[in-house]
């Protein structure tokens, strides 16, 4: 069933998820103020309600997204509207970003490659900024933003001197970050398919130049809604109260300008590839049938006089031969056999 079937008809705010495919969700809850940094695994999601006491900063990190218990319980405690948790359950949702009196919400997609099978995959993301507690919420096993709680521990740059807006600030930045290096993969197979054509243009790398073209195509949509989230967020409507904050969040909407240029540059790029790859083709197509061309010129004269005289001849040694006939067969196989590994041989078949 399509993915538009499969939306049709649902309930609004509905979070069910299929039998199947139910995995329990692991939440870590971490606490950390200049001088302390405490991190533990909760057991019972349904004992964290939210915190009011400002002096410390408050992340629950949320790995799955296929325990529909764990997120409701969580957002009944922390007061979240049932069409925000259908967003996070829902990991074909585009970036968003919304705003209310007390909470923060951002979805993004977090781009993960695999290196041993070259694909792409984008996780989808959610947070939640409720005055000092901020919430993510992960798709997968893995916790992608386990360097940001390192960083947090190890008390490396401002993150500890800051509270959770800045938190927030952060996370969403190391999030976009990632696409630099997607960015920079991208342009390097662009480029490794230019030397390709360049160096063997008697092949058709069309292959080769459709999965760049359909790596672009995934990423085209998700990063320009995240250009229009961040763009919200940094909107002057809503308050921080550290006013810092909203000068990072600008950072965030240039870097993502920037990976937006960078993906419609190699847009360009794989079409000039793909252009390429067509002259090649056709270049070589050319060659080919010029050599036929030739071959069948010398022959047509041939085969013109053989018919006219149609070899009755008297003295035709092979007219008498018993194996005569079924050598004269055997040659023609012969002779076939062999033009067609000789044009095999030059990548014309």
Known sequence: ????????????????????????????ETLYKPGHFESTTVKDSSLLTPETDTSACRWINIVGLRDATTVEKLGHNFNMHPLTLEDMINTDHLPKFESSENQLFFTMKFPYYHRNTDFLELRHISLVLSGVNLLSFQEGNEDLLAPIRERIQKNQGRIRKRNTEYLLYALVDYIVDQYFFIMDMIRDDIEKTEDLLMDEPDKNHIQKI?????????????????????SGMQSSEIQFSDPQVKIYIRDIYDHALHINEALVTSKDL??????????????????????LTVVATI?????????????????MPELTWQYGYPAVLSAM?????????WMRRKNWI
């Open 270 to 291: 794989q079409t000039t590839l793909l252009e390429m790859n067509m002259s090649n083709v056709n270049h070589s197509m050319n060659r080919v049938m010029k050599t």
């Open 299 to 315: 022959f047509i004269p041939l085969t013109f006089v053989v018919g006219i005289y149609g070899m009755n001849f008297q003295y």
């Open 210 to 230: 459709h999965q760049i073209k359909k790596r672009i195509v995934y990423l085209r949509k998700y990063l320009t809604s995240l250009t229009k989230a961040v």
């Open 1 to 28: 069933m399509g993915f538009f079937l499969r939306k049709a008809g649902k309930i609004p705010g509905d979070i069910e998820v299929e039998e199947a495919s139910r995995e329990p969700s692991t939440v870590e």
């Open 333 to 341: 196989v012969v002779i076939a056999g062999v033009m067609l590994l």
